[in-house]
């Protein structure tokens, strides 16, 4: 990797990211820390440079021309099997033979729903919801990709994660966004509000664009399932109707698996790939563009 190439992308792996949302956000009877950026890690400081680069580089304009770039479905056709496949070809900086592969993370999250009895929709929401980092493949860096979502076109709330490094976005400083609405009308529902880019907003675009016949809750998972400043700490409530209310508790039904089902034990694919191919068959099926 290039110094330019680990500039763009100070995260060791993809997964740094991930376990400082553990940090943050412990599972229900841990004890969490008193400070997340006094978090003694060794991550802590990669993550820190990696919320640098997001929060000064995802602008309004910069998300708008991501969806430009993106939402034409042009880079890729591909069934969700082989986007699968093709995630896993997305190599980490840390030791590959350590690390679980990125399918056998989803699948330790989808097992996880299937165990606790949920409906075959939600488990196969489990297995896709971040099939999205493909965009990694495509040449974006990290911050581009992963990290907690958040409204952009708008004042940013002080519950996003490091939220003095705000202060280096651009729109900051911009009358146009610079008000509790900024240039959205109150109650105008998410689906009306541009997010930061990332996998999240990738997939969801993806996946609701073919026709597919997932719920709109397992729509809601996949699109703000890293929306924490929302699901976790309650902001942005001036943006919302009354369907995002709704969907609500799905996203946070949801959240516990993404944060808490890794395990080291590695799910055994070859004995699991028929039930999951049936699932995608059913609600997913035939060659996707992304």
């Known amino acids: ?31 969490a820390k008193e400070d997340y950026r006094n978090y003694d890690s060794p991550a802590r400081d990669t993550v820190r440079e990696f919320y640098r680069l997001h929060h000064q580089h995802q602008t309004f304009e910069f998300v708008l021309q991501k969806r430009d770039a993106f939402l034409r479905f042009d880079h890729r056709e591909m069934t969700v099997l082989e986007a699968l496949e093709y995630l896993d070809t997305l190599v980490d900086d840390s030791d590959p033979d350590i690390d ?9 999250t989808s097992e996880a729903i ?9 488990v196969l929401t489990g297995l896709i919801h971040d099939l999205g980092k493909i965009l990694c493949l495509f040449g974006e860096p990290q911050w ?6 958040f409204p952009v076109g708008c004042a940013f709330s002080n519950r996003v994660v490091y939220p003095e490094l705000l ?21 105008c529902g998410l689906r009306n509000v541009r997010m930061t880019w990332g996998h999240d907003e990738y997939l969801y675009h993806v996946v609701s664009q073919s026709g597919c016949k997932l719920p709109e809750p397992a729509l809601y998972m996949i699109r703000y399932h890293s929306f924490y400043p929302w699901h976790r700490e309650e902001e942005y409530g001036q943006l919302l109707d009354e369907h995002d209310r709704q969907m609500l508790p799905w996203v946070r ?26 699932l995608i068959d059913r609600y997913l099926p035939g060659k996707l563009c992304w």
């Open 144 to 149: 581009a990709v992963v990290g907690d979502t």
């Open 1 to 31: 990797m290039t110094n330019g190439a680990k500039s763009e992308n100070p995260l060791r792996n993809l997964d740094d990211w991930e376990d400082s949302l553990h940090a943050r956000y412990p599972q229900p009877g841990h004890k």
């Open 114 to 122: 299937r165990a606790d009895g949920h409906d075959d929709w939600f």
């Open 253 to 278: 039904k949801f959240n516990p698996y993404d944060l808490y089902s890794k395990s080291p034990q590695r799910p055994d694919w070859t004995r699991l790939a028929p039930y999951y191919t049936d």
């Open 167 to 187: 202060e280096h976005n651009p729109d900051r400083t911009d009358p146009r966004f610079n008000s509790p609405l900024g240039v959205y009308q109150a109650g």
């Open 100 to 108: 679980l592969s990125q399918r056998e993370h989803l699948l330790q």
